[in-house]
């Protein structure tokens, strides 16, 4: 394994005629540009070097061949730079190159790949062009090389989902030649390369620049304009798609040399762009989203968990926890209550073996770590415990209370509220630095996100410990500070109350909607409420607070229509799922404006677009000027992965910013004079950061450590 510090491209020439060109650049082998210079110094030598037979193109280590360029490098002023593009160089050599494909080969690094003559892949290796997920096409070549490789369809389907491809699809595919086991990859390159050498030394066919002819089936303008259709549904809102769809069709159209032209022009208009930064602000986000400064403390290790419940989220809770490896014991009152949240999680593999997702074995495995009891004593090894009971709070701190008399001293010890304060839980405990709120979505097992919650007294190990769980389980995780909804939940809080508003005020259900998913939202508010139905309906019931006179929510419930479940609710529905407005809905919004005297007037779209979101970005404003998050990427990961927010904004913050901030306070302002409700008051961080004419990004860099913290 290479040094920390090492960046560079080292020269070998067996014996056997084999020169091993190593990429050498720690961690990942990534394209800076030493090493490309480095590539085209390997060449130089390799190509008046007569007794080279062939060429094995390797990386350092065993993450990467090359995962990509070096962006922060390639940015910085150099005193001599590369004479073509990287890719270029092994495929002009005249002697056989084989890249020798190990871990995660991606982005910049599968095209240095397909520029060499042949790819012989580990067998546990990865390949994939990733840039259209930060809002980019492939720039060195590898619209134009992977066509001209596999098909248009298949590169494609390749791209435009920038996803990771294992060996075998990449074999099937062909872009692997061939694949081998990963422990003797450079050997079988080598075997290879030189058997290659003998067969054919002139690389006859091999340089995918000379292929004049896309290969599989004949594609023409109707193929790609449908291919545009259905990427456009599948990537709402994202420009990276189409211009990848123009480079493969300029492939299939064009020279070599004019398609790499036509790429290059269309990368240039990409990047910088608001699409674009967007997208590798959420990239960063997610991944920074885990550092919690000043966080020395090593997680505990953890084998064995226990769910306390067996409902839905318990349930979708320990899915997650058995696939990562962890033994799962579900504790509930009663047998009977565990044998319905087992049969559950049972139905939810058996679809997805019947979808092929999870073999039968695979499953098996699975529910071989589950175990169930209802008894708190053989919960007492569980590394960490989860709670995931219905939202009272007296119900919560009995539960802490067993756990505090039963648990392990080192046990976390995690309640799954979505609101309740975690202090409060904690109290029922001896041991409060154990306690953290680690807050799923739902369904659990789906969604990506995992609020863990820091109490007042919650220890480094037990937040290290959280968030390493987290990680392994695949969720990304936020800490988030103890306030009344913590980040997500409080930040939406208002969403659906001000559609309503506005819905009173006089703007149609339709547009409302409307503006919100063509902002990039999945549903808009109505229709989030027709698919959830109405949550809220029977504790209003209960409370006495039903009123069909004055709420349309109400009216709907009463009057039975509980949304797509039984297709009515604000819309009506067909047995495919398809809206349609309700007449009786409509003359029911305009009683109720009669009732409450109001007269419907005109909303335009941009103010429904400021209604439905600025509050939202204020509340954000709060939440970070109360200290309740680290950071506003903190933020944008929660609404990103917790509300599906659209990843081509950002997030709430990064949009925030873009849109401008003083636009903000201006519209916050004068919806709080007409309306002075808390939600719509301009928060204090938003008017520090428009009154020092910076952004939120640029005023939290330099003024973090100065706001309050609870972090």
Known sequence: MSAPGTNRVDLEVRPDGCAIVTLDHFPLNTLSNAVQLGIEDAADKIDADKS???VVVRGAGSRALCAGADIVDLNKKHDRYPRKGFMEYFEDLKVPVVAAIQGFTLG????????CHYRVMASNAMIGLPEVNIGLLPGGQG??????????????DFMCSGAHVPSKKAAEWGVADKVVPAESLVEDAVAFAL???SSNPSNSGRKISEVKQVPGKKVDAAFFNKMRKQYAAKRKGQTAPQRIIDCVEAATKSSFKDGCETERKLFATLIGSPEANALQHVFFSERGAAKIPGLKAKPNKVKKAALIGSGLMAGGIAMSLAEAGIAVTLLDREQKFID?????IKANYARSVKRGSKTQARVDQILSLFSSTTSYEDIADADVVIEAVFEVMEVKKEIFALLDKHCKPDAVLASNTSFLSIDEIASATKRPENVIGMHFFSPANVMPLLENVRGAKTSDATIATAMDVGSR???WCVLAGNCHGFIANRMMANYSAEARSLLMEGAPLTEIDGVAVEYGMPLGPFQLRDLTGDVGFEARKKRGEVNTETSVDDWLAVNGRLGQKNGAGYYDYDENRKRTVNQSVLDKIEAVRKVKGITARKVDKEEILQRLFLPIVNEGFKILEEGFAI?????DVALVHGYNWPRYRGGPMHWADAYGLPKILQALEEFSKKNPKEHLRPSNLLKDCVAANQS??????????????KL
């Open 143 to 156: 619209t134009q090389r992977l066509p001209r490789l596999i098909g248009a369809e298949a590169a494609l």
């Open 473 to 475: 389980i695949g969720k």
């Open 696 to 709: 939120l990004a640029a005023y939290w860099a330099k003024n973090s450590k100065k706001v309050n913290a």
């Open 108 to 115: 910049g690094g599968l095209e240095l790949a397909l520029g």
């Open 631 to 635: 950071r506003p990427q903190d933020i």
């Open 195 to 197: 058997e290659k050498a």
């Open 340 to 344: 319905k949240g087992m049969s559950v």
């Open 52 to 54: 080279i037979k062939a």
